[in-house]
């Protein structure tokens, strides 16, 4: 069956650390891979969108990783700040040339003071 | 604020009620999306819209009813719910498979 699991549900971490969520899929073959970020009672904003042939996407303190192989993506928060404290998801593509995005489970990032 | 803008915020309905939710973008984007989110889950695809036509309908019980009148708007109708479909619907637009999806902060749903 088709799944897409982010590494953990909560990660607390240290003010000035750098925060690494993962997300892992099967089943799936996406040519798009996108980051987003949801506060409480908000719809989800775009961070980043990294395509099956690119390794590394960067914009600011934000870095996106893509291994199609591992069939899985790497999301780093570097110099994190209190902040950033939000719920991240990544979403794929299904590949199948229609508009079709589906989210992993998420994980709630909390950075301390 | 968002540029995908969703009425109601908030909505309560009894399980014998028809209400709608609407949902505008005037970005130009071609794919619309319905999406459903429970507390500390993940949205749940319900329905895409490409071009105007259904092109994705997730096995969504058929007291959920999408329409796109046009290019811009995208409601949904509700009819017959059951208190489990309280949630959180979310809207969601772009204008390629390659683009974000812009997201309205959606409507609360509560089913009494």
């Known amino acids: 069956s088709q799944k897409i699991e982010q590494n953990s549900e909560a990660l607390n971490i240290q003010e000035g650390k750098t925060a690494t969520l993962t997300c892992n899929y099967t089943?799936?073959?996406?040519?798009?891979l996108q980051w987003y970020r949801q506060d409480p009672g908000r719809g989800p904003v775009f961070l980043l969108l990294?395509?099956?042939?690119?390794k590394e996407k960067r914009k600011e303190r934000l870095k996106v990783t893509f291994d199609t192989t591992l069939k899985q993506s790497l999301f780093h928060i570097t110099a994190s700040q209190p902040a950033d404290s939000a719920t991240y998801l990544c979403?794929?593509?299904?590949?199948?040339?229609?508009?079709?995005?589906?989210f992993g489970t998420g994980t709630r990032l909390k950075v301390l003071a | 604020d968002t540029e995908v803008t969703q009425t109601p915020k908030h909505l309560v309905m009894g399980m014998t009620n028809k209400k709608s939710l609407k949902c505008e973008q005037h970005m130009g984007h071609r794919a619309m999306y319905w999406y459903k989110q429970k507390a500390k889950k993940p949205p749940e695809l319900m329905f895409v819209?490409?071009?105007?036509?259904?092109?994705i309908n997730e096995s969504v019980p058929s007291r959920f009813s999408p329409e796109c009148p046009n290019s811009s708007l995208l409601n949904l109708h509700l009819h017959a719910l059951q208190p489990e479909d309280s949630a959180l619907y979310l809207c969601?637009?772009?204008?390629?498979?390659?683009?974000?999806?812009?997201f309205g902060n959606g409507t609360r749903l509560t089913v009494t």
């Open positions: 990294i395509r099956e042939n690119e």
């Open positions: 819209y490409s071009y105007e036509k259904l092109s």
């Open positions: 969601a637009s772009t204008s390629r498979r390659d683009s974000p999806l812009h």
């Open positions: 979403a794929l593509d299904d590949n199948s040339g229609t508009y079709k995005y589906i």
């Open positions: 089943n799936y073959s996406p040519a798009y």
